[in-house]
């Protein structure tokens, strides 16, 4: 009931309140002039507003609080707006003419195995060397042995080469007793080595072949079998022939193509397992083997064909056109020859290749060029034609994507000077407010305490006043190189260092206030009042220094910004792929960038000169504002 | 007068032991692995010139720098050197760190020299104009350029001058002493000063540029307040001429200040420029020690810092010796 009478009365009150309002805004038009020390007349004014008047009135420093704020619209609100960050690459499509595929005859000889045994493995690892010493002779067949084994390898054309054995080690047998210890024995063999170790004989024969036991140690004892010059057992076809699949990814056996490479040198038909294959002569100088429902299976070609990473993945349709065009080269000895073919090419608005339903490339009808290259004696006709490819956008020219184009490592330039100048603009002020602190904090206890406290103080300010600032984070700068340390704690060290070497002038200008404010009437009321010291100074004397700390740290906000650049500017500063407005000049600093890329380091700099004049300025009409004294 | 200046000095004398104290434990302190990995690679590019292995990189540092005993010990020894003159061989540049410092500081004084004679030409009469038509055009003019000028980086207005007068125009180098056609052998005194002269053009008008604000600004605000003085009040009232107010009256007190702390800078033209001197590759002491301290030379770092060190407390004790001399009233504290 109470609180109810409570509020009726207020509002009362109120409606009291508001009629009185009402005359007097009547009363108002009635033109009575006013009397001069008529309370009316006088507009009473804060003092934080006078100062705000008086900072209003003042054009230069308007200007400059209309270039911060754009400057911190444009850094710290800019990028949620903008559709890239700082570290976007962008990459852009290009036309180069790069190789598609690569053409040439083998350079080695590829070795088939006919047997698969131990002979054959010795010698698929010598065959290389005899076809060597063969071709140094210029004759057509020789032979050769290694160790207990021999050979006879015999030329069949340019392209294929057979390897006979005819002395071969069979394997090892048990010194005391015959019996087999490894390689494979018939079982006439067996026995015969068995009688012969009985009848301590080291030679014996067996049908037409010769058996020699040669003993190694008491337990063991090699077997090498020589096979007379008629009776050759083929056991390696060496072949610079290429054999191609019709049908991309079949997996052809050796033992199949050891019958083809037979098959050819006979000239005819053969069969495998069964079926009956036929050959061809195909386009070029190919050979096409057909199957049994003439289907073609197997294409034989001197030529080896592979995409330019090495993989085998043309099919044979592009193998055969390549070499019907190599094999025409060739003949005629020209050095350039085109044709067309459909191929895979970059969707240049995707970016990516195109696939069909099947999981097919998407082709497209290309020119395609080759041309001959001849390394250390090695010809191969290399298959060229302009593929689109994806490639970093370096140095994009302006362009309605990228305002400010983009710079040498793909970044959008306008993103980074928007994420640069937050980086500038935090680096000011944690480094101001840094040394504000430590200054305020100094200065106050050295301007306060006076004495032996203050000579202490101020000597230490002296000290650091004396070291310089630039060569010491130039130093440091070159640490943190060496310590490769990650690009925030670099920032972070940096704000810290330059804030420790930047405090002395605050901490002279506190000290200097407090020495003839501490001897005011107002500090003696406060002492008179019983106030702790730290309340006395925090409370009462550092807000009367606010004005000149003001504007200080305004002004020195413009300091810190410069020297911030001028370190990122020299890449001692903060690092990629962080961006300030000094790297990004810095990464076009060489004398070419500098002449070709004005448009990305000719705005940075009017950046960084636009904000530091504009603290400069605004740092001049608070100056003015809080002081006018000082304007006159 | 003579009390102050020792008193003076010998305070000096103490800022510079703790300021450099402070300067050698950053250096001490450096990691180890740093020292080590500079001086093998020094050793390891010195080495095929006959130069010094790694070994005895580190025991000259450590016989003239003291870095294998602890801070203060180490301390002493390098200031027992350093008071001598001794600061050992430069890393980086292979010879005595003051050879070095002798054979470039002249570049850097003459280029420092030519900039500060024109800073006071251009800057003190355009500080006087505006403060006499304050709040003129003039005025408004002198106040904006003067901060433009504070607030340009360095290597902005060194970039902007390459691009326009070097590349665009083509009349001057872009950077380096000396021009492609020079030759040391077949050039005259007088065509090797004319050369380098050429070369310092730009550099100077960079350290013009960016130095002339302060001192405008500075001139204008003294000005401002001798001419509110009542002196000037009673110089107007007895008729003198307005040449004769300004010329006589008020310049003359402005002086004082504005030598106080021209003087303090003198000191400062054997520092270099630090930044201007690495952009154009003048060989003078800024970009000397610019290579050394990016390339971890320790002893030719220590002397700069030395060398800056000295000069800073040199320069306070000109303006203050020159305050005291142009105000007595100083004298009695």
Known sequence: MAEYKQNLLNEKLKQKEEEEKRNAAAHADDNKPLALDDAQRIKVLSPSSLVAKRFFKNKLALVGLAILIFMFAMSFIGPLFYPYRQTDKFSTVNALELDYAVCGELTSFTKYLVVNDDAAKDAKLLVDSFIKTLNEKGENSGEFSRGNSSFIIEKSNDYLYRVYATSFVLGNIDALTGAPKSGEFTDEEKDALASAIESRQTEFDLGSRHYVIEKKSKTLAVVTVKVPAEEKIEVILASKLVLDAVKTGTNISESFKVAVLNALDTGSAFEYEGATYTFETGEGDNVVIKDASGNPYVVLSHYSIRHASGEDSFDIDFKNRVAEVVSGMEKSGEKFATFEYDVPQLNPETKKYDVDENGNYVLERETLSVTPKETAGERRYYVTYSQRKEVIDIYGAPSAKHILGTDGDGYDVFSRIMYGGRVSLIVGFVVVILETILGVIMGGIAGFFGGWVDTLIMRLVDIFYCIPTMPIMIILASLFDQLQMPPYNRLFWMMVVLGILGWSGIARLVRGQILSLREQEFMIAAEATGLKTSRRIFKHLVPNVMPQLIVSMTMGLGGVILTESALSYLGLGVKHPLATWGNIINSVSTIDAMKSYTYIWIPVGVLICLTVIAFNFVGDGLRDAFDPRMKR | MFKFIVRRLLLSVVIFFFAMFLIYTLIYNLPSSYVETTARELAAAS???????????????????????????????????????????????????????????????????????????????????????????????????????????????????????????????????????????????????????????????????????????????????????????????????????????????????????????????????????????????????????????????????????????????????????????????
């Open chain 2, 47 to 333: 080495s095929k010139m006959g130069g010094k292995t790694y070994k005895q990189w580190l025991d000259q540092l450590n016989e003239q720098y003291g870095m294998n005993k602890g801070v203060v010990r180490g301390y002493f020894t390098w200031l027992g050197s350093a008071v001598k003159g001794e600061f050992g061989t430069s890393w980086k540049w292979n010879m005595p760190c003051t050879e070095k410092f002798s054979s470039c500081i002249w570049n850097s004084f003459f280029l420092g020299l030519i900039s500060f004679i024109f800073e006071i030409i251009i800057a003190i009469p355009l500080g006087v104009l505006a403060a006499r038509k304050q709040y003129s055009i003039t005025d408004y003019t002198v106040t904006c350029v003067s901060l433009i000028g504070i607030s340009l980086p360095t290597f902005f207005v060194a970039t902007l001058l390459k691009l326009i007068f070097a590349v665009k125009l083509r009349w001057f180098d872009i950077s380096g002493m000396h021009s492609r056609n020079y030759i040391a052998e077949n050039a005259t005194q007088l065509e090797t000063i004319l050369d380098i002269a050429k070369h310092f053009v730009l550099p100077a008008i960079t350290l013009i540029v960016i130095s002339i604000g302060g001192l405008m600004r500075y001139t204008r605000t003294n000005m401002l307040e001798v001419l509110n003085a009542d002196y000037i009040r009673t110089a107007r009232a007895k008729g003198l001429p307005e040449s004769k107010v300004i010329g006589y009256h008020a310049f003359r007190n402005t002086l004082i200040p504005v030598v106080t702390i021209l003087g303090g800078s003198l000191p400062g033209l054997f520092s270099g420029a630090l930044i201007t001197e690495t952009l154009f590759a003048i060989d003078g002491i800024g970009y000397a020690s610019y290579y050394s301290m990016v390339g971890g030379d320790i002893p030719f770092t220590m002397f700069y810092l030395s060398l800056m060190s000295v000069l800073t407390l040199l320069g306070n004790l000109i303006s203050d010796i020159l305050y005291a001399v142009v105000d007595p009233r100083v004298r009695v504290n």
